[in-house]
């Protein structure tokens, strides 16, 4: 392993806290991330001495924030490799980046009789604009199903994809079995066919590199606090084709060149899909957010969480009762289990208890509740600052919970 | 007894735990004393939805009392119920359309009533007052 934990934990003050008992042992970095002492210090610094509105004011501050953003924007151009900058658009987080893609590419692309194809994996968010979408247009919604391992039947894609078929969404990791697809691979089959990909990176982009042009994806989308950055901001990649002929997707300051009465003149990528006062702070933290990923290097945070996740899987495997849900060959380091004749809920109850934070419940992914025939699971989703000392404990508490339960 | 009697009992016999697995065992050993339930009354119709926990509840009236049953498919939810059904079962739905409900937040189980809980229990103490509320009118009348 090439990471100083030790040391990357210093820059993390909330883990150093005690909770009821003991010391915090946070395991559910899929619902969100910590932020380093940098981003929180970042965002302290701009409120302190720069706030003023960007894009706004000839002013000092708002010149100085208005360039702070722009870098932003440019970090995270870096970061996943895409080719201009005003493909970044600035969003409030992957909801946000899903749901403006459903509406601007579906009113510029999907008529009544089109496809979309999503995968059983997705999280709601990943599912739900589509719907609304296919509502819209008298579009169809068509389905990739998984396998008992928590991974997509691929060879069920050329089928599902038909002339008919306009956009593919789908998951980079699946946010409850840690499934990693071969984005690559989907891509490359549905571009064959002329249908568009967008990715969900929400749990993608903070533990492995993502290069948008090398996978060649449509759309990339993710949020900033799940990148250890703050709450608020988050990111939708596009190829600067498709948004320039995509329609706004919400009016208002910002977004426009001119205004009259008669007419509105739409202002140029990327400001055209950012109209209002956007959340400028957010974006300078994920900035930093970023930079701080980037210096620990995301291919050593991979190998990292790789190794840690595969120690834990292993200790939970040891206990009897214990049933992991989602043993895909490529996994992140989210692992969703379920211990035998003990409902999740409880499971979580009594780890919070164990100062122990993980996540129970569907994980807004019933689809996959129902494929598993399960009502939930205990998430424990590990991050680099995590320890193989906190995953003893996390067995620990399991122990106790199938002692307390059984 | 009253209500608030069965309340002060409970945080009485809360008060000797200072463990908090303690009192979870506790609650754990109280939803296996409820009565069990017929699966059969595991239906949408008892259903009250909660994303972590479900919550399943009817009441009726017999003798001018509302007679609950309620199940939950988990067992720290089952707990509080059972506890809560102790305070509140067999009553007039006069007795339980205007009640003070102090004694989870005094046993530290407060945390159990938010809504972010989503397990069903928030909703299951206003269903409870929408049956006093229900059967009150129908004895009115």
Not at chain 1, 353 to 358: D, E, L, Q
Request: with cysteine; charged share 25%.
């Amino acid at each position: 392993m090439n990471l100083d934990v030790d040391k990357i934990r210093e820059d993390f003050p909330i883990l150093k806290q005690n909770l009821y008992s003991g010391q915090l042992v946070y395991l559910d970095n899929a619902a969100t991330t910590q932020k380093p002492i940098s981003v929180i210090n970042i965002i302290n610094e701009y409120y302190l001495k720069y706030n003023a509105n960007i894009h706004r004011g000839v002013h000092y501050l708002s010149e100085k924030m208005t360039q702070a953003y722009e870098a932003s924007r440019k970090t995270i151009k870096n970061f996943i490799n895409a080719e201009h900058a005003h493909e970044i658009i600035f969003t409030s987080g992957t909801t946000e980046s899903i749901n403006l893609v459903a509406f601007s590419f579906g009113e510029q692309y999907i008529k009544e009789g089109d496809e979309i194809l999503v995968t059983q994996m997705e999280h709601h968010s990943n599912i739900v604009p589509w719907q609304m979408l296919c509502e819209r247009k008298k579009a169809k919604l068509k389905v990739i199903n998984i396998n008992t391992f928590g991974e997509l039947f691929l060879g069920e894609l050329d089928n599902l994809l038909t002339e008919k078929t306009k956009l593919l969404a789908i998951t980079h990791v699946s946010n409850t079995l840690g499934t990693i697809n071969p984005l690559k691979e989907i891509i490359a089959k549905a571009h064959k066919k002329g249908v568009y990909v967008l990715v969900d990176g929400a749990q993608g982009v903070q533990h492995q590199q993502v290069d948008v042009v090398d996978l060649d994806c449509d759309f990339y989308v993710f949020s900033g606090h799940k990148i250890y950055g703050p709450t608020g901001i988050g990111v939708l990649y596009g190829k600067e084709k498709l948004l320039n002929e995509m329609p706004p997707y919400k009016g208002g300051g910002d977004m426009i060149k001119s205004v009259t009465f008669e007419k509105t003149i739409y202002n140029d990528l990327p400001l055209k899909f950012e109209a209002g006062t956007s959340n400028f702070i957010g974006a300078i933290g994920l900035d930093h957010a970023i930079r701080y990923v980037s210096n620990i290097g995301i291919s050593n945070i991979a190998e990292y969480e790789k190794e840690l996740a595969s120690y834990t899987s292993i200790e939970l495997a040891k206990i009897e009762g214990v049933k992991v849900f989602g043993n895909a060959m490529n996994k992140s380091s989210i692992i969703s289990f379920n211990i035998q004749d003990v409902h999740s809920f409880d499971a979580g109850m009594v780890l919070d208890k164990m100062n122990i934070a993980v996540r129970t419940g569907t994980h807004c992914t019933q689809p996959i509740m129902d494929f598993f025939g399960i009502s939930g699971t205990v998430r424990a989703s590990l991050a680099f600052y995590n320890t193989t000392q906190e995953i003893d404990k996390l067995i620990e508490g399991v122990q106790k919970v199938k002692k307390l339960f059984g | 007894m009253t209500i608030n009697e069965i309340q002060d009992q409970i945080i009485e016999e809360f008060s000797v735990f200072d463990d908090w697995l303690d009192k979870y065992n506790y609650i754990i050993e109280t939803a296996n004393d409820l009565p069990k339930i017929d699966e059969k009354f595991r239906v949408e119709q008892n259903l009250i939805s909660g994303c972590n926990s479900k919550v399943w509840l009817s009441g009726e009236l017999e003798n001018g009392k509302i007679i609950f049953k309620a199940d939950s498919d988990a067992i720290i939810t089952k707990g509080i119920i059972a506890l809560l059904l102790k305070v509140l079962n067999n009553r007039s739905p006069k007795d339980l359309i205007d009640f003070d409900l102090y004694f989870i937040e005094k046993i530290g189980l407060q945390e159990n009533l938010s809504p972010t809980r989503a397990n069903g229990l928030l909703s299951m103490i206003k269903q409870i007052k929408m049956y006093a509320i229900a059967y009150n009118s129908k004895q009115n009348n």
